[in-house]
């Protein structure tokens, strides 16, 4: 376990490396490192997975990061089930991201080709930072680590305005979350005087319920930003602007998934602070049905999948809510694999179509693109919960949850569902299905991409397929959930205080027999309906309208708080130009002033200095009489 230190230091040699070299290395060479450091982390990863599969976690202290009267924060790394899992999350399909890249990105000049993996590198150290802290700070400083990045990937094309904009809302955004996240810190710290996640959850039953629900209150809405849900999820979409990989790693393997970890990590802490579980569950659940009747009427193939994203965040958020941690952690490990293909799919196709995004200027790319094609095809499938693909058993275990807390959480849950499987076969089938909408020229240039491509769509295709095999329901076998298993002594003590809410085989058969129904039914409409689509000039009306602009949520916050705060920087801009700085220039110019005439009284004249003496005297004089009265 001493060794766990490589797993963050490779990717940070790769940033520096290709950083400080950039002006001098090769493209093949700046992949090489780029990719190689992290191929290198995901192996020294499993060789720590296996360590702690074997029955062996360890914390391993560095060196003390601060220190001040009884107060110790150590810069450690904590090696457990949770932590290990997510190494190989990030390392492993990370490693495919950057394999993808070395292609996709190959025009890219050589400056900015290093630039970017550099980026990308710098990204990954930032997310196992984050996920191997073993307390609290160290957590915080991978967390601001993956907001920089975010900033830096989503903007990486800076010369563009809309871009550098995207960024800027990313960043401000998640500030803002941020700074619920650092309260909480601080408020753990004052309560129980460390931040250490095995001395705080081993104090948290000694903490009052009214703290506990402060901290966890705070807790979530550092989560919120992160993890893109509501009020603050309106960045994530915007973050499409950035290269297509990097959605690829924000949406799958780094930095939406941050505040599911953290409140995963933090479950003891959740689990005795009912009433942040109850508000979770509500946002969790109006945050997925909110991102999937967007994604309904979304053209930009990107769009589609990041409010898809926004969607199974609040999936994963209702299985926390709802107290099934377990759940919540198994849909973001099989999220990772079918939305990193997706995304990569889908990164495919833009590159076969010249960069265009809006799927109605697709169709028909089967035959042209096989391999991109029935990847692609796969996890529309896996996504929409089809058995026996991975999102199958993830999402109907966090649906079980939600029934345990009512049949109306329950119901909600499935309709988003529902959603999911419409929307992500509308893209499937505007885009494979049917003929080519595009232009001649596009058609004629349309080829399968190169293996470095393709290579990761295959592997991420086949988890996709098989993963969700690791969480096998009792329903099909008694104690075949591997997951549940693996991760039990990370979620013990919440799983002891939880009260459990038993469904019957035959009611969990026959709700999962009557959601896939509904949910095969829902795919045979979309693709029946949109593999015919045409092209028309026609707009929407009506909820359509509604629903292609996004509720006009972003026109909400633009003039309820974009415009209000620009407004008042402008009156604060003028109150600084106009008043303290005209106070403080008029002292300036006043002193100046007077220095000038001063400076009159020294004319070198020998009578003048004698006759301003004789003053100066009678002056005096007048003084000390008038004093002695």
Same mark, same amino acid.
């Given at each position: 376990?001493?060794?766990?230190?490589?797993?963050p230091?490779?990717?940070?040699?790769?940033?520096?490396?290709n950083?400080?070299l950039r002006n001098?290395?090769?493209?093949?060479?700046v992949?090489?490192?780029?990719?190689?450091v992290?191929l290198?982390s995901?192996?020294?990863?499993?060789a720590?997975f296996?360590?702690?599969k074997?029955?062996?976690?360890?914390?391993?202290?560095?060196?003390?990061?601060?220190s001040?009267?009884?107060v110790?924060?150590?810069?450690?790394?904590?090696?457990?089930?949770?932590?290990?899992?997510?190494?190989?999350?990030?390392?492993?399909?990370g490693?495919?991201?950057?394999l993808?890249?070395t292609?996709y990105?190959?025009?890219e000049?050589s400056?900015?080709?290093?630039r970017y993996?550099?980026y990308l590198n710098?990204?990954?150290f930032?997310?196992?930072l984050?996920?191997?802290?073993?307390?609290?700070?160290?957590m915080f400083?991978?967390?601001e680590?993956?907001?920089?990045c975010?900033?830096?990937?989503?903007?990486?094309?800076?010369?563009?305005?809309?871009?550098?904009?995207?960024a800027?809302?990313a960043?401000?955004?998640?500030?803002?979350?941020?700074?619920?996240?650092?309260l909480?810190?601080?408020?753990?710290?004052?309560?129980?005087?460390?931040?250490t996640f095995?001395?705080? =959850?081993?104090? +948290?039953d000694?903490?009052s319920?009214?703290n %506990?629900? /402060?901290? *966890?209150?705070?807790?979530?809405?550092? #989560? @919120?930003g992160?993890?893109?849900?509501?009020?603050l999820?309106t960045?994530?979409?915007?973050?499409?602007a950035?290269?297509?990989?990097?959605?690829?790693?924000?949406?799958a393997?780094?930095?939406v998934?941050?505040?599911?970890?953290?409140i995963?990590?933090?479950?003891?802490? =959740?689990?005795l +602070?009912?009433?942040?579980?109850?508000?979770? %569950?509500v /946002?969790? *659940?109006?945050?997925?049905?909110?991102? #999937? @009747?967007?994604a309904?009427?979304?053209?930009?193939?990107?769009?589609?999948?990041?409010y898809?994203?926004?969607?199974?965040?609040g999936?994963?958020?209702?299985?926390l809510?709802?107290?099934?941690y377990?759940g919540?952690v198994f849909?973001v490990m099989t999220h990772?694999?079918f939305?990193?293909?997706l995304?990569?799919g889908a990164g495919?196709?833009?590159?076969a179509?010249?960069?265009?995004q809006?799927?109605?200027?697709?169709?028909?790319?089967?035959?042209?693109l096989p391999?991109?094609?029935?990847?692609?095809?796969i996890?529309?499938?896996?996504?929409?919960?089809?058995?026996?693909?991975?999102g199958?058993?993830?999402?109907?275990?966090?649906?079980?949850a939600?029934?345990?807390?009512?049949?109306?959480?329950y119901v909600?849950g499935v309709?988003?569902?529902?959603?999911?499987a419409f929307?992500?076969f509308?893209?499937?089938?505007?885009?494979?299905?049917?003929h080519f909408?595009?232009?001649h020229?596009?058609?004629?240039?349309?080829?399968?991409?190169?293996?470095?491509?393709?290579?990761?769509?295959?592997?991420?295709?086949i988890l996709?397929?098989?993963?969700g095999?690791l969480?096998v329901?009792?329903?099909?076998k008694?104690?075949?959930?591997?997951?549940?298993?693996?991760?039990?002594?990370?979620f013990e003590k919440?799983?002891a205080?939880?009260?459990?809410?038993d469904?019957s085989?035959?009611?969990?058969?026959?709700?999962?027999?009557?959601?896939?129904a509904l949910?095969?039914?829902?795919?045979?409409?979309a693709w029946?309906?949109?593999s015919?689509?045409?092209?028309?000039n026609e707009?929407?009306?009506?909820?359509?309208?509604l629903?292609?602009?996004?509720?006009?949520?972003?026109?909400?916050y633009?003039?309820?708080v974009?415009k209000p705060?620009?407004a008042?920087?402008k009156?604060?801009?003028?109150?600084d130009?106009?008043?303290i700085?005209a106070?403080v220039?008029?002292?300036?110019?006043s002193?100046q002033?007077?220095?000038?005439?001063?400076r009159?009284?020294q004319s070198?004249?020998?009578?003048?200095?004698?006759?301003?003496?004789?003053?100066?005297?009678?002056?005096l004089?007048?003084?000390?009489?008038?004093?002695?009265?």
């Amino acid at each position: 376990m001493d060794y766990v230190w490589l797993v963050p230091f490779f990717p940070l040699i790769g940033f520096l490396l290709n950083g400080l070299l950039r002006n001098s290395l090769s493209k093949p060479l700046v992949a090489v490192i780029g990719s190689g450091v992290i191929l290198a982390s995901f192996i020294v990863s499993v060789a720590l997975f296996m360590q702690v599969k074997a029955g062996t976690t360890a914390t391993v202290t560095l060196f003390d990061f601060m220190s001040w009267g009884d107060v110790h924060i150590p810069f450690a790394f904590q090696v457990d089930q949770l932590s290990s899992l997510f190494l190989l999350i990030i390392t492993g399909i990370g490693f495919l991201i950057h394999l993808y890249s070395t292609v996709y990105m190959k025009d890219e000049s050589s400056l900015h080709y290093a630039r970017y993996f550099a980026y990308l590198n710098l990204f990954v150290f930032s997310m196992l930072l984050l996920v191997l802290g073993a307390n609290y700070v160290i957590m915080f400083i991978g967390w601001e680590g993956v907001g920089l990045c975010s900033y830096l990937l989503i903007g990486y094309w800076f010369k563009n305005i809309e871009y550098s904009n995207a960024a800027k809302k990313a960043f401000i955004m998640n500030r803002i979350g941020d700074l619920g996240f650092l309260l909480a810190v601080w408020w753990l710290l004052s309560k129980t005087g460390t931040t250490t996640f095995t001395e705080v =959850f081993a104090k +948290a039953d000694t903490l009052s319920g009214h703290n %506990l629900t /402060i901290i *966890t209150l705070f807790l979530f809405v550092g #989560a @919120t930003g992160k993890s893109a849900q509501i009020p603050l999820y309106t960045w994530l979409p915007d973050a499409m602007a950035g290269p297509t990989p990097v959605s690829a790693l924000i949406h799958a393997a780094t930095m939406v998934t941050a505040g599911i970890y953290m409140i995963a990590r933090s479950n003891i802490l =959740f689990t005795l +602070a009912p009433y942040t579980s109850s508000v979770i %569950l509500v /946002i969790g *659940t109006a945050t997925a049905l909110l991102a #999937a @009747t967007i994604a309904l009427k979304q053209n930009d193939i990107k769009k589609v999948l990041a409010y898809s994203t926004v969607s199974q965040l609040g999936y994963m958020f209702i299985g926390l809510g709802a107290g099934a941690y377990t759940g919540a952690v198994f849909h973001v490990m099989t999220h990772a694999f079918f939305k990193a293909l997706l995304f990569l799919g889908a990164g495919s196709v833009i590159h076969a179509m010249h960069h265009e995004q809006d799927i109605r200027h697709m169709g028909g790319l089967s035959k042209k693109l096989p391999v991109t094609h029935l990847t692609f095809l796969i996890g529309c499938l896996a996504i929409a919960g089809i058995p026996p693909l991975s999102g199958f058993f993830s999402k109907d275990e966090i649906l079980a949850a939600a029934y345990g807390k009512g049949m109306i959480w329950y119901v909600l849950g499935v309709i988003g569902a529902l959603m999911t499987a419409f929307y992500m076969f509308r893209l499937y089938a505007m885009t494979f299905r049917g003929h080519f909408r595009g232009t001649h020229e596009q058609e004629h240039h349309l080829h399968e991409s190169p293996a470095a491509m393709t290579i990761p769509l295959v592997l991420l295709a086949i988890l996709s397929a098989v993963g969700g095999f690791l969480g096998v329901p009792a329903v099909f076998k008694e104690n075949a959930h591997w997951l549940e298993h693996f991760l039990s002594p990370v979620f013990e003590k919440s799983t002891a205080l939880q009260v459990t809410h038993d469904m019957s085989h035959q009611t969990e058969l026959m709700l999962m027999g009557v959601v896939t129904a509904l949910v095969i039914g829902i795919i045979v409409w979309a693709w029946s309906k949109f593999s015919k689509y045409e092209k028309t000039n026609e707009e929407s009306t009506g909820i359509g309208k509604l629903l292609e602009n996004k509720w006009y949520v972003d026109e909400l916050y633009e003039a309820v708080v974009t415009k209000p705060v620009n407004a008042l920087g402008k009156l604060f801009g003028k109150a600084d130009k106009y008043g303290i700085d005209a106070v403080v220039n008029g002292l300036g110019r006043s002193v100046q002033y007077a220095s000038r005439q001063v400076r009159l009284l020294q004319s070198g004249q020998v009578g003048s200095y004698v006759l301003l003496m004789v003053i100066g005297m009678i002056l005096l004089f007048v003084i000390q009489v008038f004093l002695k009265k």
